[in-house]
């Protein structure tokens, strides 16, 4: 591998020179061909190894397999005209940069590894959480800005433990990390220092626990930010700029069963919230009514992941056993398929025409449904996988995912 070192700005040399951070470059095969074609290649991570599946979705065929020397159990891709992918793993303090075009590969070392990746649109910047610490990597020049600040807890247990969840407003660089352990939120902006003092809110008496937050999704711009609370009973949106908070209520069913809740959801144009349980207990605000209160509904499997599609009129469910697609306005309105495996991930296209799954079980496969017509459809292949998992583009059709 050929080795090449960066320069690193004045600004960020204290922060990297604790991380020990250094970038190496591998530069791509002259005649390998270029993999942006954003509404064309769907990348498919394997669970059980480090492979990345490359499939072309008009012909429906593998094109190749990505090995990056690592499980690829966090990776995400830039999505505005820019072919950077990201990869990296919480076994693994490193990151490692594939530009899709030229096929260079850029590794750079890092203090802690990696749980979350945000790219920022229009920039060459990447915001990172990981295990105990957050921070931003500028990807043109290839250096390091890590916030002072550790989020850590002594309860760990063990190295992969995290304390803290990140959401991250990409528009504004906004940083706020919601507290495991107790009830608050830290908030900090990506221009600030590294030494800077992070800003902090405590719900503490606002809401219905004295732990703290689970996960959560922030709206591009400092608008609004959804997150579930760790006892997995509540879900919250807040309202940054008029401290107003609203609440799903309880989300169980029953006081002696822990059901998860799953990851919020904020439509494409940040009028519609929804939050769920692994019960299928669901809850959906409609920011546009005037009212506070949501919209409970049910789901007759164990979902997992919450989408919207076709022009954000449909709900996407997907979880245990089964997929639904729900009309945005009329519960009632929905299509169910139901299968033995469980529902690993769900990508929707760019034209938001085209749900994509990967299951658990059977051979690995991407199972696209038209959105529009509600119709399965023909199933693709991912040779080069054991268990398919992540599903990436470098196009979608939400800021959630």
């Excluded at 850590?152 to 919601?178: E, G, I």
Aim: proline share 5%; with cysteine.
């Amino acid at each position: 591998m050929k080795r090449r070192d960066f320069v690193l700005s004045a600004a960020s040399s204290m922060a990297l020179a604790h991380a020990g951070a250094w970038a190496s470059a591998t530069p791509a095969a002259p005649a390998a061909p270029s993999l942006y074609e954003p509404t064309r290649y769907v990348f498919v991570a394997d669970k059980m190894s480090n492979f990345i599946s490359v499939i072309d979705l008009v012909s429906g065929k593998h094109v190749e397999s990505l090995d990056f020397g690592i499980r690829p159990h966090v990776f995400e891709m830039a999505r505005d005209d820019d072919a950077m992918m990201a990869v990296a793993s919480p076994e693994a303090t490193q990151i490692c940069f594939f530009n899709l075009k030229t096929r260079e590969t850029t590794r750079m070392k890092l203090p802690a590894p990696v749980y979350q990746i945000f790219f920022v649109p229009q920039s060459k910047l990447v915001a990172l959480g990981m295990r105990d610490c957050v921070g931003m990597i500028d990807y043109d020049e290839f250096t390091l800005k890590v916030f002072d600040r550790k989020f850590d807890s002594p309860n760990r247990k063990t190295v992969l433990d995290s304390f803290y969840f990140l959401l991250f407003s990409s528009f504004s660089q906004s940083f706020w990390v919601l507290d495991e352990e107790k009830p608050r939120i830290f908030h900090k902006y990506g221009k600030d220092s590294a030494k800077s003092k992070w800003d902090e809110i405590d719900f503490s008496g606002r809401i219905k626990t004295n732990r703290g937050f689970d996960v959560g999704i922030a709206s591009p711009e400092d608008y609004l930010l959804t997150m579930t609370t760790e006892d997995g009973n509540e879900g919250l949106v807040y309202f940054p700029e008029s401290d107003k908070l609203l609440s799903t209520g309880s989300m169980r069913t029953t006081t002696n069963t822990y059901k998860p809740m799953l990851m919020p959801y904020i439509d494409f144009y940040t009028k519609n919230v929804i939050f769920g349980n692994k019960e299928g207990q669901m809850a959906h605000f409609d920011l546009e009514s005037g009212s506070d209160k949501p919209e409970r509904f049910t789901v007759d499997f164990s979902p997992r992941f919450i989408r919207s599609g076709w022009l954000e009129s449909t709900w996407v469910l997907a979880g245990d056993k089964g997929i639904m697609f729900q009309s945005l306005k009329d519960p009632a309105d929905r299509k169910v398929f139901r299968f033995v495996a469980e529902v690993t991930n769900v990508w929707v296209t760019g034209d938001s025409k085209t749900a994509l799954i990967t299951i658990d079980e059977g051979y690995p496969q991407i199972i696209p449904y038209d959105i529009r017509t509600r119709e399965r459809l023909k199933p693709i292949l991912t040779p080069g996988v054991s268990m398919a998992n992540i599903i990436r583009m470098s196009s979608n059709n939400s800021i959630c995912y």
